[in-house]
């Protein structure tokens, strides 16, 4: 089976042209975080923008959420799975079995 490669997801806490951040940084998925409910303009754009449609469902392209929806839980972004399409993290190499045991914070040259 090919993995897929790895694709970007970019997230937005200031208000400006998201649409042309996603572009600029060739993220699939794109998510401006607001304080306020999004404006008529900015709901067209978003939806305008189309949607990424990877292997496990279809997810909009730009989403808009307010930080009072996800804190309260009303709102969540939109993305594949984690469990999914967990290859696009780099895991940590296991440590060696036969590697010498780390000194302890609290231990002192002084004894």
Do not use: F, R, T
């Given at each position: 089976m090919v993995k897929p490669k790895p694709k970007a997801l970019l997230l937005q806490l200031k208000a400006g042209d998201v649409h042309g951040v996603l572009d600029r940084?060739?993220?699939?998925?794109?998510?401006?975080i607001t304080l306020r409910d999004p404006t008529q303009p900015m709901r067209k754009e978003a939806a305008d923008a189309g949607f990424y449609q990877?292997?496990?469902?279809?997810h909009p392209h730009m989403q808009l959420l307010t930080v009072e929806g996800l804190l309260n839980g009303t709102e969540r972004l939109s993305c594949p799975p984690l469990r999914q399409v967990d290859a696009t993290f780099k895991r940590a190499p296991r440590a060696s079995q036969n590697a010498p045991d780390a000194a302890s914070l609290f231990d002192s040259d002084d004894e």
């Open positions: 940084e060739k993220a699939e998925i794109g998510a401006l990877p292997p496990w469902g279809q």
